[in-house]
């Protein structure tokens, strides 16, 4: 049936961000709904291939192209994406840049026809909701993460019990439905905000964030009921509207479109990997890769690529410097690490096309930092995880991998790691943690088995929410059949 729903939809332009509202657009889109992204050029150009042949196939998706304040904002010409950010330091001029968007959406906004019925915008936007209420349409945010987060935060903003214990004691996550132990150390930037000057400036703006988003008519999840049940009830409790549409990466079908997700230019890479990845062993092959934003210390990408050297597994380690690239490099060149593992170990530098490379046959663990897109997408290729988060809401996600899902085998980190370079020093997980963990995760074992059963498991829970008439198909037509009574209840009462 087609709908008369137009949504407006404003990403964070964030990978970790962007790509999933990307590939949400397309399923609503395949649910009849118009939908109209908002992006900058640079990004129309980077993620736009997979957008442009959905609308070839037919679907109702709009690219409406903003410019991009950077140099105004003290950003490089070009820099309009958080993962193009030369330092990590400038964050705060990234985010008031993106700001300024509001003038020129609300210019061309009586020119989207049909009016949009409503907006989903990431919640790091707090002016899209000015501009949702000055043109009088619901104000729906996205949130990039799973109702365990979502619940675990709520409660721990409702007790505060993290006020009240040192750093590293472990203390029981208030409320939730299974006994879940943290520590301090180990939680998110709302409730553990670090002690540099960026730190505090960043707080102020995560406290802004945090009080617009309960104000919000409802939340869209990338998440599936199969997956969190329990943590989803809970969290409708506390907020009533909550679609679940996940897992958002299954939108990718083809092999072309799971190759340019995220970036256009990643095909070479996919052909060069997938021929690799064709000739080992199936369930073999360990992909390492710590996200988009993930600048490991030279030291402790040493230990990484040595600790995955050591474990005998063949392996794809993603290398992302950023701004310790060289000094990466010339440790590479130095120890001779390529040559000694060719053959059984691939480094791909730079982009990866991570969903393909999940769904190759050969895959046999995933290691990741615990980004919540990396985790739901390691949950749809249905290979057990090894877990080492870094940063933001990553240990949550870690938990719900090793105790509620049961796919998961952790290296030990301890603490959260400063996303500013110039924070973190030295390292915290040593080569044989990774290797052991590895060893862990590979073993042909009762423990070993029983976690590749639960994967193939969600996979399959996975697959099917999207299936027609799978839980979060339900949830997209439900979405849209709510937005469409609260059209027409606002046109009676304006009659
Ligand atoms: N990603 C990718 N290739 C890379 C790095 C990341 O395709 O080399 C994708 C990954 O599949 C995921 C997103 O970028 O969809 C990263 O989001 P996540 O929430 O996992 O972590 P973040 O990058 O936000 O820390």
Request: hydrophobic share 40%.
């Amino acid at each position: 049936m087609a709908s008369n729903v137009h949504v407006l939809m404003i990403p964070l332009m964030c990978p970790g961000h962007l790509i999933p509202m990307v590939d949400m657009a397309k399923l609503m889109a395949q649910q009849s709904a118009t939908v109209t992204v908002v992006i900058t050029p640079r990004n129309a150009a980077r993620f736009g291939a997979v957008l442009h042949r959905a609308v070839a196939s037919g679907h109702p998706i709009r690219i409406l192209q903003l410019q991009f304040p950077a140099s105004e904002y003290g950003l490089p010409e070009g820099c309009e994406n958080v993962d193009d950010l030369p330092s990590f330091k400038l964050t705060k001029n990234f985010f008031d840049a993106t700001a300024k968007l509001q003038e020129p959406l609300e210019k061309v906004f009586n020119d989207l026809k049909p009016k949009p019925s409503c907006m989903i915008s990431d919640k790091h936007l707090t002016w899209t909701e000015d501009v949702a209420r000055k043109f009088e349409i619901p104000w729906v945010i996205f949130d990039g993460m799973s109702c365990f987060t979502q619940l675990a935060t709520h409660n721990l903003c409702v007790s505060k019990v993290h006020e009240r214990v040192g750093d590293f004691d472990p203390f029981l996550l208030p409320g939730l439905p299974d006994n879940i132990t943290m520590t301090k150390s180990q939680l998110p930037g709302l409730f553990n905000p670090g002690k540099s000057a960026e730190a505090k400036v960043i707080k102020t703006v995560r406290e802004k964030i945090r009080a617009a988003e309960t104000g919000a008519y409802g939340v869209v999840i990338n998440s599936f009921e199969e997956l969190e049940r329990r943590y989803i009830d809970e969290y409708r409790k506390v907020k009533q509207k909550v679609w679940c549409i996940g897992p958002f990466s299954q939108s990718n079908k083809n092999d072309l479109d799971k190759a340019q997700r995220g970036s256009n230019d990643s095909i070479i890479t996919s052909h060069e990997c997938i021929t690799w990845l064709d000739s080992q062993e199936p369930g073999s092959v360990v992909y390492a890769c710590l996200g988009s934003l993930t600048r490991l210390t030279p030291p402790q990408f040493i230990e990484l690529a040595l600790g995955l050297e050591e474990s005998e597994s063949p392996f794809i380690l993603v290398v992302k410097g950023g701004s310790r690239t060289e000094e990466i490099e010339k440790w590479l060149v130095e120890d001779g690490f390529e040559m000694r593992v060719k053959g059984r170990g691939v480094l791909i530098r730079g982009w990866a096309p991570q969903v393909l490379i999940l769904s190759h046959p050969s895959l046999g663990a995933f290691l990741t930092h615990c980004g919540w897109n990396s985790t739901i997408e390691g949950i749809c290729a249905g290979v057990p995880m090894i877990t080492w988060p870094q940063f933001a809401e990553q240990f949550f996600n870690e938990r719900l991998v090793l105790e509620v899902v049961g796919t998961g085998v952790g290296v030990g980190a301890e603490s959260v790691m400063p996303l500013v370079e110039e924070d973190a020093a030295g390292m915290q997980v040593k080569r044989e943690d990774v290797c052991k963990a590895v060893k862990m995760v590979m073993d042909e074992g009762i423990e070993g088995e029983e976690r590749r059963k639960k994967a193939k498991y969600f996979r399959e829970m996975a697959e099917k929410a999207l299936e027609e008439e799978g839980s979060s198909q339900v949830n997209i037509k439900l979405f849209i059949e709510d937005i469409m009574l609260h059209i027409n209840k606002d046109m009676a009462d304006k009659l």
